[in-house]
């Protein structure tokens, strides 16, 4: 009679425990992969909104001048005569660039596996990048959005409401651009506590 592969080796070796299945840990694997390609695309979507907003913004803003035609004019006003609406478009004309950047970046990675640059320095320089330039928009939105609320009080937009109005839609556009850059910001963050505990950017 044949003995089970389970039974005690009666010459008292050692049993050899049976090999772990092949298909089982190719499942894990193939399992990691599509967490982490997921989670790629959720990154790359955020990035595109912040760029989508942030160029809006910017150029919403670029583009805000009214009444005369020229700067001698009284009643012209346009976006370089205030301190914080230049915050604004220039925030959000970086905000923009980066955000470009980013995506190139998220692309090559889903595409090839692997990051721009070294891995460790790839994930703090995205963490640490999202960080500053959510702060620096918010800064400039907040900066904005106390601006527009002065011209208002002084009837600076009873003339020229159109100014005030496309001014409003610029900040709010930035505001938008914000939330998806800290959506973000959290995304990167929760790759760097990842790459600290397991020493890669993946949730093993």
Same mark, same amino acid.
């Given at each position: 009679?044949?003995?089970?592969?389970? +039974?005690?080796?009666?010459?008292?070796?050692?049993?050899?425990?049976?090999?772990?299945?092949?298909?089982?840990?190719?499942?894990?694997?193939?399992?990691?992969?599509?967490?982490?390609?997921?989670?790629?695309?959720?990154?790359?979507? %955020?990035?595109?909104?912040?760029?989508? %907003?942030?160029? /809006?913004?910017?150029?919403?803003?670029?583009?805000?001048?009214?009444?005369?035609?020229?700067?001698?004019?009284?009643?012209?006003?346009?976006?370089?005569?205030?301190?914080?609406?230049?915050?604004?478009?220039?925030?959000?004309? =970086?905000?923009?660039?980066?955000?470009?950047? +980013? =995506?190139?970046?998220?692309?090559?990675?889903?595409?090839?596996?692997?990051?721009?640059?070294?891995?460790?320095?790839?994930?703090?320089?995205?963490?640490?990048?999202?960080?500053?330039?959510?702060?620096?928009?918010?800064? /400039?939105?907040? /900066?904005?959005?106390?601006? /527009?609320?002065?011209?208002?009080?002084?009837?600076?937009?009873?003339?020229?409401?159109?100014?005030?109005?496309?001014?409003? =839609?610029?900040?709010?556009?930035?505001?938008?651009?914000?939330?998806?850059?800290?959506?973000?910001?959290?995304?990167?963050?929760?790759?760097?506590?990842? %790459?600290?505990?397991?020493?890669?950017?993946?949730?093993?």
């Amino acid at each position: 009679m044949m003995r089970s592969p389970q +039974e005690p080796n009666r010459n008292g070796g050692i049993r050899t425990p049976s090999p772990r299945p092949r298909n089982q840990s190719q499942f894990h694997s193939t399992v990691s992969v599509q967490k982490n390609q997921r989670f790629n695309i959720l990154i790359l979507i %955020f990035r595109f909104a912040a760029f989508c %907003f942030s160029l /809006a913004s910017a150029i919403f803003m670029f583009a805000n001048s009214h009444g005369g035609g020229s700067d001698s004019d009284s009643d012209s006003l346009r976006w370089y005569h205030f301190d914080a609406f230049r915050f604004v478009a220039i925030a959000a004309g =970086i905000v923009a660039l980066y955000s470009l950047f +980013e =995506i190139g970046a998220s692309v090559w990675e889903i595409s090839r596996g692997t990051t721009v640059l070294p891995e460790v320095v790839q994930v703090w320089f995205d963490f640490s990048h999202d960080q500053v330039f959510a702060y620096m928009l918010l800064s /400039a939105d907040s /900066a904005g959005t106390a601006l /527009a609320r002065t011209l208002r009080d002084r009837d600076t937009c009873t003339a020229n409401n159109a100014f005030c109005v496309q001014s409003d =839609i610029s900040v709010a556009l930035g505001f938008a651009g914000f939330m998806f850059l800290s959506f973000s910001s959290l995304l990167s963050g929760f790759r760097v506590v990842c %790459f600290i505990l397991n020493g890669s950017r993946f949730h093993m």
